[in-house]
């Protein structure tokens, strides 16, 4: 009697466990969709050929090759990534925050739409008009942030935040480390170390050609926008 008791109650523990295992797929793809592809070229989502018209999914990683890009819609806003770039997609509120450890990415934002995380800290607009600005991270201690239209707000890990206006870039590095030791501080050992910012060029200069062409692309976007339904979110 007892043996068949365990039996019955190991089948239906079995069952359980599969059948929540099946529901896992579908309460993924529950989850409302972050943004769509506008346009791909060489670029990889979660490790699968990235397609025009395919919806973006929180923690989905979008990737392009060298030489690749991928152009984002997100609501009324647009996320570029260009060349050799990496980011995973999450919401976070009623924003969408693009968490990216490598790449640049350009984008074009109406308020509270978008943040781009970086190793340094998160990137914003002000919250009051439209941006368009450019994030590239150089390397693991080091970015560099453009403001092309608006005003941007960069939230370092250091609890500093940084202003950057219209126009202007600015590249942001940690502080030496003390003592012999420079490298990065050691995960979860100590605070974050302070960061050092420093304006280096007009941010219409330092963009260039094709940050050029992607605002352009951007600005006739949202004026279609203006006129027609462009919300996807």
């Known amino acids: 009697m007892r ?3 365990i039996a019955s109650a190991r089948s239906c523990l079995i069952g359980f466990l599969a059948a ?3 529901n896992l797929p579908t309460m993924a793809a529950g989850a409302p969709a972050v943004g769509m592809i506008a346009e791909t070229q060489n670029a990889f989502l979660s490790g699968a050929a990235a397609e025009r018209g395919v919806d973006i999914y929180p ?4 990737t392009t090759q060298p030489g690749g890009s991928v152009r984002l819609a997100v609501g009324s806003s647009q996320m570029y ?6 980011a995973t997609m999450e919401p976070d509120g009623t924003a969408v925050r693009a968490k990216m450890d490598r ?3 350009d984008f074009s934002s109406a308020p509270g739409q978008i943040e781009i995380e970086t190793p340094l800290g998160v990137v914003r607009g002000d919250g009051h008009s439209r941006t368009f600005g450019q994030v590239a ?3 693991p201690t080091t970015i560099q942030v453009s403001a092309v239209e608006g005003n941007l707000l960069v939230a370092g890990v250091d609890g500093v935040t940084k202003n950057i206006a219209a126009g202007e870039t600015y590249e942001a590095s940690f502080e030496p480390a003390a003592g012999p030791d420079n490298g990065p501080p050691v995960q979860g ?4 170390r302070h960061i050092r910012w420093h304006r280096i060029i007009a ?10 062409v992607t605002y352009l692309l951007y600005r006739e976007f949202t004026e279609s926008c203006s006129k027609i339904d462009c919300g996807h979110k």
Request: glycine share 16%.
């Open 20 to 22: 929540s295992l099946l």
């Open 103 to 105: 790449g640049t990415i």
């Open 3 to 5: 043996s068949t008791v």
């Open 59 to 62: 923690g989905d990683t979008l």
């Open 203 to 212: 941010a219409a200069i330092i963009l260039g050609g094709s940050a050029l």
């Open 189 to 192: 050992v100590g605070g974050p």
């Open 137 to 139: 991270v150089v390397n």
């Open 81 to 86: 990534l260009m060349s050799s770039t990496e």
